[in-house]
């Protein structure tokens, strides 16, 4: 199985070095419940790493083997008392573990690399069978802006610099992204240029995603559709309730006894 995210393997953790602030969410989560806890798009153990560091064991799926390699590489520096580690190549539309969970999680948007709703449908049934009763599914997505959506494709627009914290590169991070906006698609292009320590570009690098958004009561009644119950509704990984301001909606849902 190819995945279109194995060009992303080795820019990944620098790219997204910055992205931390859900990780202490994502493991008081697993603690909370103990494990074990099952991991939908783990890609190269951003948070799937911290959980097991944290003493809970867990299970990171994932498409692609690229990505799951580095994973496979940094769980080999996990210390002694870590929780017990298993990466799976899999497919979360549809993939069968023999086992349940009492907690299945998708972070960072993982939800939206399903670009169809037979494919959302398919992973949410495929994430129930999964729990056990009781269980609980959390996952975030971004909140569709509607400025964001009109911008012209054929511009790039400038994201943000980043510091790789374990490697010291410095990137600069470009984006430039269409819309389908009928079929809810978000087409996007990530321009990475990594700069020596004189500011000069030693590279430049070109990523691609697609990305389903979803609105807000659309997943509503789809997490309902697939059986699953809406419990919580939050603004951000603080856990401030969600409103008109927020841009990130983290759902919290259970599988009924």
Known sequence: ???GFDAWADVYDSIYAYVREDIPFYVDEAMACRGPVLELGCGTGR???PIARAGVDI????SSEAMLRVARQKAEFLPEGAGELDLVHADMRDFSLDRTF???IIPFRGFLSLLTVEDQTAALHSIGRHLSPGGKLVFSVFVPDPEV?????DIPFY??????PDTGSRLVLWHQSTHDNHHQILFTRLIIEE???DGVMKRRLYRDFQLRYVHRWEMHHLLELCGYRVDDLYGDFDR???DETSTEVVWVATKPD
């Not at 959506?149 to 494709?153: A, L």
């Not at 994201?159 to 790789?164: A, F, H, I, P």
Request: cysteine-free; charged content about 20%.
């Open 102 to 104: 009492d907690l299945a």
């Open 195 to 197: 700069l020596d320590q």
């Open 240 to 242: 401030s309730p969600f």
């Open 1 to 3: 199985m190819v995945s």
């Open 149 to 153: 959506m009109v911008q012209p494709g």
């Open 159 to 164: 994201l943000r610099d980043v510091t790789d």
């Open 47 to 49: 948070v799937t790493i």
């Open 59 to 62: 299970v990171g799926l994932d």
